[in-house]
Structure formats: structure tokens, C-alpha cells
């Protein structure tokens, strides 16, 4: 299979939450660390009441967050883990293909190559991985994909200007942007409805199988979001919206196929709505999510899940919640050249745009 590009993350640390009873974690840890301007560079977090999940920051910024939560309402050892240094592995486009984005993530499984997260953005797909494993992880899926001649470095490589001012240790020239913003501008917003979704439970032991069955299951149609994540301990929790080509249900054979694998949980809901926005760089805009969350929550509108990946936030909600949510965030974020109530378009059941601005 072609893909347009690999691409390596600088060091990252992975943070997994899960509330296990009492108040979630989760959104009270947002709000410390947009209270001091921490940016995110990944979030996946589940709606009102539980909110658990898990988030990647920059590994310079994790010891000032372990401080920063010990210190306050929401301490890491509320549920939380943090495995290391880690790095995303990020491939583009998708091109809302089921085989791109289960073919790799079976591959890895194979060869054991440990996969911590797995998200995919509106062209991408961002698997979160050892840091030090990245070289093997990206070896390993060359032997189904293939990349065009020419392609740039998986890794960011100093250019003579940076080796000349920084003496080539790491990426010290760059653009650094500083949000102040009472009205967050984006680049546009798209209310999807008549998604399905297929939720899973299942032991690690067992993602190859799953990936491998869902890679062939072509009949499901354009996906509209994949979200894989390992927040308990050897267990994987994994989310998949589609639009199907028709109204209706997903394959009764393949979802039958999926609940005989030992130890895999599944659960169909249908119909749902997924409100998407995007840009600029959210991942370097602090408190965007934070944001979201606290202005639907004022608004009293729940959501399911909320994917934010790169440039892209995803958020899923019941049927009919969509547009609430939609007017609610319109308060909050703004298309500079048009009217915030305005920048919402909706579709049915069509997919995604493969183009994405980084």
C-alpha cells in the first residue's frame, strides 16, 4: 500500500488516566494544565461522568506537570501512569481507509512492537511507541507500505543555520507561537451525522487478530475516526466511527467474528454525530480542550469522546447533541471571516476530506 510520508515526534511523555470512583481526573487535570499554559501535544478523553484517557505532552514539560499536579486538587497517583519517553509515529495520508490504519497497527502487533495509543487525526494516523523503538517501528511498516522516491527524513534533521547558532543540539530555531485568545479562530467546522459506531474491549494479547479481521472488513465503508488506547493495564479500548455507504448496521458477520475472539468485548451503537474542528496547531495552543470541555459542561451538553490529534479535534456525541454542541462551542471558537454560528456545516454519512493543514 502507498503512503505519502512517515514522520518521527520529538521525545514525548504519555500520561493514562482512569477514574476509578470520586471525581474524574481527567477534566480536573486539564484545567491545571491549561491554568499553566502546558500545551498538549495528543488527548484522548472520554465524556461526563468517567473522562479517562490519556494525553502526551513535550518531555521537557513532564517534570513541571508532575509538580504542578502534586501540588494541586489533581495528583498523579489519582489513577494515573506515566510509562516513559515516548515517541508518535505518524503516517499520511489515511485516506479514511480501514486497511491503512489496521494493516499497520495488526503489523506491529506481529512482531510485538509495543503500541501505546493509536489515533487517527483527519489524514493521518499517530501511534504512539517506545521513543527508542521508533527505527523498528517504522522498518517494520515498510514491509506494507511503500513511500514515495525522494521522501524527507522520518526524524527532524538540524539545517546549517541551526547546526551554525545551536551547535546542531536539537531543534533551537523554530516558531513559537503565544496564544491569547478570549475567542479561540479556527479554520472551519463540520457536524457529521448518521455515524456508527463499533466500541471494543479486548486483552492486548489479542489486537492482531482484531486489526487483522477489521482490515478486511472493506464492506463497513470510509471510516470517520479510529481512537485506540490502553489506559488499563494489558487491556486495549478501541472506538471506530464509519459512515456507511448505506444506512444500516455494521457486518453481522464481522462483528460475530470479533465477539468469539477470547476475551473481546463489543458493543454496536448507532446512530451517533461527530462535530469536527480544525486548526491552526492546536497542539501548540494551551487550553484548547480545556476549552471545549468547560464550555459544554456550563452549557450542560455531554459528549462521548473527545479526540484531539495535531491539528484536529474530534468530538463524538449522541444523536441530535451534535448542533447543541455546536452552538455551544460557537461562543468559544470562531472562523475569522465569517459568522461563528455559520462555520458548521453537516453532512450524512459522506466521508472526510483526506487534506489537512499542518
Known amino acids: 500500500m502507498m503512503l505519502g510520508g512517515i514522520k518521527f515526534s520529538e521525545p514525548q511523555t504519555r500520561v493514562a488516566f482512569a477514574a476509578d470512583g470520586g471525581e474524574p481526573a481527567g477534566a480536573r487535570v486539564l484545567g491545571t494544565l491549561a491554568a499553566n499554559n502546558i500545551n498538549l501535544t495528543q488527548l484522548f478523553m472520554g ?17 513541571l506537570v508532575s509538580l ?3 501540588s494541586s486538587s489533581s495528583p498523579m497517583d489519582d489513577g494515573m501512569t506515566a510509562p516513559g519517553t515516548v515517541g508518535s509515529v505518524t503516517l499520511f495520508p489515511h485516506r479514511s481507509d480501514l486497511r491503512v490504519v489496521f494493516a499497520a497497527l495488526s503489523r506491529l502487533a506481529q512482531v510485538n512492537l509495543p503500541i501505546y495509543s493509536a489515533y487517527t487525526s483527519l489524514s493521518a494516523l499517530c501511534i504512539t511507541t517506545d521513543y527508542r523503538l521508533m527505527d523498528a517501528v517504522a522498518e517494520s511498516l515498510l514491509r506494507i507500505f511503500v513511500l514515495p522516491a525522494g521522501h524527507s527524513p522520518f526524524r527532524y534533521e538540524p539545517s546549517e543555520f541551526d547546526a551554525q547558532v545551536a551547535g546542531a543540539q536539537g531543534r533551537k530555531v523554530e516558531t513559537a507561537a503565544r496564544y491569547r485568545e478570549s475567542v479561540i479562530k479556527i479554520y472551519g467546522s463540520h457536524l457529521q451525522t448518521g455515524v456508527r459506531s463499533l466500541s471494543l474491549s479486548f486483552p492486548a494479547a489479542t489486537l492482531s487478530r482484531v486489526a487483522s479481521r477489521l482490515a478486511e472488513a472493506e464492506s463497513m465503508g470510509s471510516f470517520v475516526m479510529v481512537a485506540l488506547t490502553s489506559c488499563r493495564p ?29 476475551g473481546v468485548e463489543v458493543v454496536e451503537q448507532s446512530v451517533l454525530e461527530v462535530l469536527y474542528f480544525h486548526g491552526p496547531h492546536f497542539q501548540d ?7 471545549v470541555v468547560t464550555t459544554l459542561a456550563g452549557d450542560e451538553v455531554g459528549f462521548i469522546c473527545l479526540n484531539c490529534s495535531g491539528t484536529s479535534i474530534y468530538l463524538v456525541t449522541s444523536e441530535g447533541v451534535g448542533c447543541l454542541a455546536g452552538r455551544a462551542l460557537a461562543k468559544v471558537f470562531v472562523v475569522p471571516s465569517g459568522d461563528p454560528g455559520s462555520s458548521c456545516r453537516t453532512t450524512r454519512n459522506q466521508p472526510s476530506s483526506t487534506v489537512e493543514q499542518t
Not at 47 to 63: A, K, L, N, S, T
Not at 234 to 253: D, I, N
Open 47 to 63: 465524556g461526563p461522568p468517567v473522562f479517562d484517557g490519556d494525553f502526551c505532552i513535550e518531555e521537557r514539560d513532564h517534570r
Open 285 to 291: 495552543r494551551h487550553g484548547v480542550a480545556n476549552t
Open 68 to 70: 504542578l499536579l502534586a
Open 234 to 262: 494489558q487491556r486495549y479500548a478501541l472506538q471506530l466511527l464509519v459512515a456507511p455507504p448505506e444506512a444500516g448496521s455494521f457486518s453481522t458477520e464481522v462483528v460475530n467474528e470479533l465477539a468469539r475472539i477470547p
